[in-house]
Each structure stands twice: as C-alpha cells, then as structure tokens.
C-alpha cells in the first residue's frame, strides 16, 4: 500500500472511531458534556482536571449504576483554551443526548464569558467552578449560571484575611506594599475591583503587574518586584506555564518564596515541579485538599482503575487538579442527584438541573457519604446565591506535594456580596434583564 | 499631561535614582535576550542555506527537548538520551529533505514556507502523542542561584545560557568558515545553480543544514526546557525569536546574537521604566515595534544581505 493510501485509510479509521465513541445517549441516559483542553499550552493543566471529571462520572457508572439507575454518558470537547472552539463545542454538544446537555463546566474564564446568553437562553446551567465571571453568583440576574463554591473576589478577600493573619491583624496591614502577577486577560484581572476596595479599606498599597499570554518571559516584572518595589506580599491570578515561570523568575529575583501565594489556579503540581526547588514554600489558595486519603479515591481506584478503565495513571489519581475535576463533577452529578428527587429518577433537562443546583446541600452527612469527608467544606446554594462562599485553605509546596499550612480562611462575604450584586444590577440594566424574584 | 510626564519625565527619574537597579535591567535583558538568540539561530541557518523561513523552527525545538526527556524518563543516562536526541534530530532532518523538500524543489518560497506550517503541526501533535502533553521537569544540573557582583543581581542559570549560546555561534562561525561543508552551505546559500553547476550536493546540503538547526533546537530546547519545563508552550518560543530575525537579518549568525541582546534589553528597559505609562504587559509588542523601527531604516535587518535586483 502506498504511503497516501495508508494514511487515508488511517484518516478513515479515526473519523469511525470518534463517530462510535461519540454515539447518542438514549432515555435512560443523562448526557452530560464535557469541555476539556488535552491539547494546546494549556494542556499540562487541562489534562489532569478532566481525567480527575471524567474518572469521578466512570466511578458513579461502575459503582451505581449511574445517579439513581441513570446511566451518565459523557462526551468530551477539546477547547484547546480557545474561546471561539469552546462557543463551537457547546453549540455541538448542547442538543445531544434524550434531554439535551446537563450543565457546561467550561474550564475557561473566556468560553464562560462567551455562552452566558446562550445556554441562558438554552436554558442549561453553566458551572464555571471557582472561576468565570463573579457577578454571576446572584441568581437573580443569572439565573442559569453557578460559581460555586467560590469566586476570585471571594478568594482575593481570603488572600487579603490570610496575610492580615500573618501580619498579626488587619490593622497591620496599613501601609503595607501587596503586588498583584495576573495574566492579562479576563481571568486575571478577574481580583482587582476587589483588591482595590480592600486596599482602600485596609490601607495597603495594591501594584498591578499584568503578564501577557503565555507568560514565557517575565524577567522584567519580577526584577521590579524584588529588587525595586520589594512588597510584603504578591498574589498571582496566573494559568499554564505563567506559573511555573514567575515562581522561578521569583526565585531568581531573590523574592521571598513564602510571601508568594498563587491563586487556586496557580497551584498545582504542574505549577511547582518544573520549578523544582526554587518552588518549595511557594503557597496557593485552595477549597479542597490535596492527596487521594478519601474514601472517593479509594472507590475509584477500585471500581475504574481496578476495572482497567481508568483516564489517566492511577499516581495522578490525588493531583490538586485532578482533584479539582473531580469536585466538579461532584458538583454537576449531586445537581443531577437533587433535581431527581423532585422531578423524579430519570433523565433531568437542562431546567430541571438548575432547579438542583439551586437546592444543592452538601451538609458535612452528605459528604461522608460521598466519600469527602474533610476533603471540603459544606455548602449550601440557594435561588440567589450561585456561589455558596464556601472558605478557603492556604497550602503551600513542600518539593514532592502540597500540603495545608492555614486554618479555614472564611471569605469577606459582607464586603463583597455586595460587590456582586451592585455589579448583576448594573449589568442587568446593561442587557435589559429584570432580575427575577427569589423571594 | 500626566501620560506625556510618565513617557517623558518619570522613567528618566527612576533611572537617575536607581542606577544599579537600572543595569540589573539592561543586564537581564541582554541574558533574556541571549535565550531568544538561540531560537532565532535555527531560523537563519535554514533560510541562509535554502531561503526557507522554517516557521517549524519552534516545533524542532519542542520534539528534541520531549525526545531527550522522554528517553532521560526511560531510565537512560543524560549523555546517551543526549546522543539518541541528535540521532534522532538528524534522522528529522534527512527524513524532512526526502519526503517534503525534495518534492518541492523550485517551488515559490511561499510554498515552502507552507510546508513548513504543515511540518511545524505535525511535529507538535506527534511529538506530544509519543511523549505526551504534561510538564515534564528537564534537570540537568543547570545552577540557576540569584549571585550579586557589585550589587547588581544575575542569575547562574542565565549566564550559563549566555555562555552556551556564546559557544554555538562560535562553533557554527568555524564551521561555516573552516570547513568544507560550510563553504558548501555559503555556496548554497548564495546561488543555488552555480552551486549545484559547480557539483555541490543540494539535498545533501539541505540535509545539512536542517540537521544543524535541529541541534541548534536542541541546544534551546535544552535551555528553555530546563526554564519552563518541557511542554507544548516551548513552540511559541519562537514568537520571541522573530522580532529579533527582524531586526538582525535572517541571513546572519552574528545579526541573530547583536539582535537579541537589542530585543531583550529593549523590551525589558521599556516594560520595567515606561511599562506603567501604557498599563503595563508592553514587552511583547515593544519588541515587535523595535524591530519595525529598525526595518524601516534598514529593510533587510542590520546584518542582512542587502538584496540587489537587477532590470
């Protein structure tokens, strides 16, 4: 065979492989869409997160049976972090299965941005997990939306709580120097509003330092950070190989490794290894541990990696992002869970999940019984608050793992509840939207 | 006004106040810029010999850096991965002579650039699909601690890449120079029918010469590899490297090194003194705008061949 022939015939092969994985669910199936990014710059981080979502849906299928006798069927899209392919994947995805898509996670601060009208319009939830746009959080306004269990200005007053903690009180932090690292884009620049007002509140000074995409070179923000502006304290809202290269250029620059904390997306082990010693006291924010000590692990590595089925290696299984993918489909799947007890155990629609999201109680009982116990804190959603403003831990990168070094950080929800809200309000008067009741 | 005194008063301020900490910038940005030299080598080396700009340049430098921490991951000691690496990028090297240049032999330049585009994807996803998509930690005992000489901060890790890059352009200047391959390569590059009329060997050439900017990507590979990690963020490397092709001429050794210590110093000068007046994050495009300016005065770089046209 010549060499054009085999490869048609292996361009051949993939199209039917891909047509085969890629078959409709049928009645007794929730479709449930997945967006991912196994390939592209982000993928060293977007590859752990899905296979830690993916492994939780395998686990409820060989375990359970599915939620309830509801088998999950999931597809994967491959966004490549690219907002236009993300809109594509979600216009692809959104019709199939008996009752259309379950809920969208996009993985993405971008795609959330761009498919809030749409799936609101589809009427399906979009669970944007710690990440996309804050103001969504109030339900009133965005009805079809969840930011549960926390946003980046929940985690920026965290951060700003923690380091008065380590200064000995908030009044400390007065005259205080705190640096912000963010990748220019609208995930980074996602805390500033918020650390503004605390900076104003509290009397810190708040230097902005944007990185633009990728983030391979940053020598010059981190020579004026360590050896001129030398703050106190500096956050970094960074994703992909932004992280690894401001914790080495940090180190480079001499800048303390312990007055350094990333957010929950800047730290993982993807972020910390590269560095290698360099990134050993650097510290993240987090709302779920690290590790694979719970039950839930010990299920899935039972049931689908003993079973041969598992996603990725069962040493990745316990990763701080894998953990974080799987804590998403916890999310999507309990939604699911919540939503068959009031419309009954068979495939929910669109509308039918955001009903359960906007009831989810994931009280410290029901935990235990997922298996989570101390993994996360209790949560509770309601029809106006997406968010649930569950607290937040700081760990910090011991060389091999991460590892909690703080207490449970409770957010500044009295200051920035009503950030969110005045912010729904105006973007409600913006697009025309009359917030709905939830009284 | 307060825009006007940030472009025109301020930085000249802060440099008068903070002298040290204003050559700890230049210094870094000349090292910063020494780490770009190294991709844009691989460039020149290619168009210099056969007119080809290899947009590939980035991809080669991502497959050797995965090669060589692959095998490094299988249990193989640094210097025979090291070897296996070169073989490999060797064997890249004649297999894309036979199966994509050869074929387009006398073909546009703009179909080679083409092709390249294709090579460049192809070595991405198959590189990836061998090795796989997660950070791998390339650690070959590179020091990279922070040292002061006279207060000024330099990182190890830094002037080693400066010394490699150093040693490079020396050893391809003899090379190109001293030998007779490298009068071939010059011939080559040239007059293509007076060098094939005199019996150099063109494919044989090309074959050359795609091997050694595949060991040039090696050489950066190993470098930002042990920087960043070996992941698929390493291709976009190249992104850096072109404004320094444009400022110092694609067809010049020297002009890739002078070129990159002018990009990195200037785009770092300019992101740490006169970054805040435009909302910071301005190094990326600054360098681009360098590189115009200079284009406009000079249109085939500082070093460049100056190309004549006759009528």
């Known amino acids: ?439 | 006004m307060e825009f006007l005194t940030a472009i025109f008063v301020t930085p000249f301020v802060e440099i008068v106040s903070y002298p040290i900490f204003f050559f700890e910038v230049v210094i870094g940005g000349l090292l910063a810029g020494v780490m770009y030299s190294l991709v844009a080598l691989g460039f020149v080396l290619i168009f210099k010999a056969s007119g080809v700009f290899n947009f590939a340049q980035g991809a080669m430098v991502l497959f050797a850096a995965l090669t060589l921490v692959g095998l490094m991951e299988h249990g193989l000691p640094w210097w025979l991965a090291l070897l296996l690496t070169i073989a490999v990028m060797v064997l890249l090297a004649i297999t894309v002579e036979k199966v994509v240049l050869r074929k387009l032999v006398n073909q546009e330049a703009i179909i080679l650039f083409m092709a390249t585009i294709g090579l460049s994807y192809f070595l991405d996803g198959f590189g990836q699909t061998i090795w796989g998509s997660d950070v791998k930690v390339l650690d070959l005992g590179i020091p990279s601690a922070p040292l002061e000489f006279g207060g000024i901060l330099v990182n190890e890790f830094d002037i080693v890449a400066a010394v490699s890059a150093g040693s490079l352009v020396a050893v391809l200047a003899v090379f190109f120079q001293k030998t007779r391959i490298g009068r071939a390569l010059r011939a080559v590059a040239d007059d293509h029918q007076a060098a094939l009329s005199v019996g150099i060997p063109l494919k044989t050439i090309w074959a050359i010469v795609w091997s050694v900017a595949g060991l040039v990507g090696l050489v950066a590979g190993i470098m930002w590899g042990t920087k960043l990690g070996v992941q698929f963020t390493l291709t976009l490397v190249a992104l850096k490297a072109l404004p320094v092709l444009i400022l110092g001429g694609f067809t010049s050794i020297p002009g890739a090194i002078i070129g990159g210590l002018i990009i990195g110093m200037g785009e770092k000068v300019a992101e740490v003194f006169w970054g805040a007046a435009f909302g910071g994050a301005i190094e990326d495009w600054f360098a681009y705008m360098l590189a115009l300016v200079f284009l406009l005065f000079r249109p085939q770089g500082l070093f460049g061949d100056k190309i004549i046209e006759r009528v």
């Not at chain 1, 490549?80 to 009752?99: M, P, S």
């Open chain 1, 1 to 439: 065979m010549s060499l054009t022939k085999l490869t048609l015939a292996a361009v051949g092969l993939a199209v039917g492989v891909s047509g085969f994985a890629a078959q409709s669910a049928t009645a007794a199936e929730q479709f449930i869409p997945s967006l991912v990014y196994r390939t592209g710059p982000y993928a060293p981080n977007g590859t752990p997160f899905a296979d830690g979502a993916m492994d939780y849906y395998k686990m409820l299928n060989a375990r359970d049976g599915g939620i309830n006798g509801v088998k999950l069927v999931v597809e994967e899209c491959d966004t490549g972090y690219n907002t236009d392919r993300g809109v594509e994947c979600y216009e692809r995805l959104k019709g199939k299965g008996e009752t259309g898509a379950a809920a969208f996670s996009p993985l993405s601060t971008g795609i959330t941005y761009a498919i809030i009208d749409r799936a609101t319009q589809d009427k399906i939830p979009v669970f944007s997990m710690g990440y996309g746009r804050t103001d969504a959080s109030d339900g009133r306004v965005f009805p079809y939306v969840f930011t549960a269990p926390s946003t980046y200005w929940s985690q920026a007053s965290a951060l700003v709580r923690y380091v008065g903690g380590e200064e000995g009180g908030m009044d400390k932090l007065k005259g205080k120097k705190i640096a912000l690292v963010y990748h220019d884009s609208a995930y980074g620049k996602e805390p500033i509003a918020t650390l503004e007002t605390l900076a104003e509140k509290y009397g810190f000074e708040f230097h902005k330092f944007p990185v633009t995409h990728p983030g391979l070179e940053q020598k010059a923000t981190w020579l004026t950070i360590g050896r001129k502006l030398r703050p106190d304290w500096t956050f970094m809202w960074g994703w992909g190989v932004m992280n690894q290269t401001a914790i080495k250029e940090a180190a480079a620059a001499g800048y303390p490794m312990n007055k350094f904390i990333g957010a929950w997306w800047s730290g993982a082990e993807p972020d910390t290894r590269p560095a290698g010693k360099a990134a050993i006291g650097y510290k993240s924010a987090a709302f779920h541990s690290p590790g694979s000590n719970f039950i839930v692990h010990q299920d899935i590595l039972k049931h689908v990696y003993g079973g041969g089925t598992g996603t990725t290696t069962e040493d990745k299984v316990g990763e701080v992002l894998y953990n974080r993918g799987l804590i998403n489909s916890v999310f999507v799947s309990e939604a699911i869970r919540t939503a068959m007890g009031k419309f009954g155990n068979k495939a929910m629609t669109g509308e039918e999940i955001r009903w359960g999201f906007e009831n989810l109680n994931l009280t410290e009982a029901k935990l235990g019984k997922l298996g989570l116990t101390r993994f996360m804190k209790p949560i509770k959603l309601s029809c106006a608050n997406h968010e649930g403003g569950t607290p937040l831990r700081i760990q910090e990168w011991k060389g091999q793992q991460w590892e909690f070094v703080s207490d449970w950080i409770e957010p500044m929800n009295d200051i920035v509840r009503p950030m969110i809200e005045a912010s729904a309000a105006k973007y409600a008067a913006e697009k025309g939207i009359t917030p709905r009741s939830c009284n």
